[in-house]
């Protein structure tokens, strides 16, 4: 059973979609370990507790220095003895430490096919006013697992979503989490589970299936 820690910042409708995921079948062989924010309102804290997950908030503004946030916050993930931390929204940037430490164990969600539109000053909603300012046709999201670059380590999976001329930054958020976001995250969360993917030379391959080799092989 893989132990999966959870880093959410704000409404947590991608945690909202694992829960499902995992509640209704379609993600096995995958427990919610906890959940971690760094901001102690947020509302995917409440969306865990409505669903028996233990949850913590570890505020950067809680701490004199952020080497000290840092060091509270990895030393929360490691009390949950996590074999994957999923960042789902979580707007903090990860340090070096935490990277080594669960090297290639450690995936994120974008907003935009990367590398378009990612990087620094690339999130939440900023993503979307970018693609609309820039005048893009076809957006999407990607889940990548983390490396010590912002938006830079080995990508999982993408799906493209289409820009609408009448979008707003909002109803284009929106339209990218239903037809992008919450379909990829947990299905990322389900590969990794049941050991479908790895990384080799930093790219992310698909492990053959019996099937799949039977077929080339004829
Ligand atoms: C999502 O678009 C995520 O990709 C981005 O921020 C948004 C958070 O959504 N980084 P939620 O908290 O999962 O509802």
Not at 109 to 118: A, D, E, Q, V, Y
Not at 198 to 218: F, L, M, N, W, Y
Request: aromatic residues 4%; glycine residues 8%.
């Amino acid at each position: 059973m893989l132990r999966a820690a959870v880093c959410v910042s704000g409404g947590g409708t991608n945690l909202q979609a694992l829960i499902d995921a995992i509640e209704q079948g379609n993600v096995t062989n995958t427990q919610i370990v906890g959940v971690l924010s760094n901001n102690a309102g947020a509302r995917a804290l409440e969306r865990a507790r409505e669903h028996g997950i233990p949850s913590a908030a570890v505020c950067p503004r809680d701490y004199q220095s952020r080497e000290a946030f840092e060091k509270a916050m990895l030393e929360k993930l490691c009390q949950m003895a996590p074999d994957l931390i999923v960042l789902a929204g979580f707007l903090v940037k990860i340090p070096e430490e935490m990277v080594c430490r669960f090297p290639n164990r450690i995936i994120n969600i974008h907003p935009s096919l990367i590398p378009s539109f990612c990087g620094t000053g690339y999130y939440g909603i900023r993503v979307h006013e970018k693609v609309l300012e820039r005048g893009v046709k076809i957006t999407g999201a990607t889940v990548h697992f983390v490396n010590e670059g912002m938006d830079e380590g080995p990508i999982i999976s993408q799906k493209a979503v289409a820009v609408e001329d009448d979008d707003t930054p909002e109803t284009l958020q929106r339209r990218v989490m239903e037809q992008a976001e919450w379909i990829l995250l947990p299905q990322a969360v389900d590969d990794i589970a049941n050991g479908r993917i790895r990384v080799v030379h930093g790219r992310v391959c698909r492990e053959r299936s019996g099937q799949d080799i039977k077929e080339t092989e004829r």
